[in-house]
């Protein structure tokens, strides 16, 4: 089977089925969608905090609970963040594609219009990709990995608040405040990133779903068992 260079598109068959997501990189895919939820969630009532129960305060840890909660998924998704990234260095090559998509390769270009094109329900649909379609790919690294990064920073920034200038976490992490200038602006910037974080997912969502069923090449079990499967004939 015959594969573009930088993009992955298939050229020419026979087709050959793919081990294309490697263990390490299934595992901590379904980790992180695990942690995002949990953080989503939590973090979505640290900002909004619901009103507080009747009673002593000392008989209550609610909210207590809900940080704390967010802040081991957040360990979890930072030590799985670390995980990969090391992976990428010694995975197989579509280990490292979401961290570096060919922004210089005319081909991804001509890909990411194809794939708009079959979103819209006018390309013909019959591109098959070894990896992350280029219109995928650069949503995951402009959205979700960079979003990650951000959303990491502040909330090591936001965590770091917490324990007081002086502390060991902000002598490592009080620079970010520095950065924002003020604590409300690092909270609200790592508010707003969880809007963009989720504007991916929610969209995310929706292509791996509709790829699963319209393009020519397995999606959804992909991430279950590793193996990129084709669909119908070779292109001739
Ligand atoms: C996808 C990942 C994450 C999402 C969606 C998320 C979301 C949020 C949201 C919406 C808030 C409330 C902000 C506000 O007050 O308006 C929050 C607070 C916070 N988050 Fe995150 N967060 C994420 C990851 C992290 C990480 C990696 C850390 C690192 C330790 C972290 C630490 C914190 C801290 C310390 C607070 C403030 C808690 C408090 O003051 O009670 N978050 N998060
Ligand atoms: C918080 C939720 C989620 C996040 C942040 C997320 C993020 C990602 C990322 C970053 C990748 C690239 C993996 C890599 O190459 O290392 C990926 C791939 C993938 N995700 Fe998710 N994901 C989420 C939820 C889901 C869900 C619910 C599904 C199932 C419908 C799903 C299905 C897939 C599939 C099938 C791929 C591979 C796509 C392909 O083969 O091109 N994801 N996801």
């Known amino acids: 089977m015959k594969v573009e260079r930088w993009t992955g598109r298939v050229l020419e068959g026979p087709l050959e089925d793919v081990y294309v997501y490697p263990a390490p990189v ?10 995002i939820f949990t953080l989503a969630a939590t973090g979505y009532l640290i900002g909004a905090p619901p009103p507080a129960i009747g009673g002593e305060a000392v008989h209550s840890f609610y909210f207590g609970w809900i940080r704390t909660i967010h802040f081991s998924a957040a360990m979890i998704l930072i030590v799985f963040f670390l995980v990969r990234i090391y992976w990428a260095f010694v995975g197989p090559s579509h280990s490292r594609q979401i961290f570096m998509p060919p922004l210089w390769s005319a081909a991804f270009w001509r890909g990411i219009g194809g794939d708009l094109k079959d979103y819209a329900f006018i390309g013909d649909g019959q591109t098959r990709w070894v990896g992350h379609n280029p219109l995928a790919l650069l949503a995951m690294f402009g959205m979700f ?7 990491i920073v502040t909330g090591l920034g936001l965590y770091a608040q917490g324990y007081g200038w002086g502390s060991g976490w ?35 969502m929706y292509m791996a779903s509709r790829q699963d069923i319209m393009s020519r090449g397995t999606i959804i079990s992909s991430m279950f068992n590793g ?10």
């Open 145 to 151: 990995v960079l979003g990650l990064v951000f959303i």
């Open 170 to 204: 902000m002598n490592a992490f009080g620079w970010v405040t520095v950065l924002f200038g003020t604590p409300q602006a690092v909270r609200t910037a790592h508010h707003l990133a969880m809007w963009y974080m989720l504007l991916f997912v929610l969209v995310h």
């Open 227 to 236: 193996i990129r499967m084709w669909k119908g004939e070779p292109r001739a």
């Open 26 to 35: 299934r595992l901590w895919h379904w980790v992180t969608m695990l942690c």
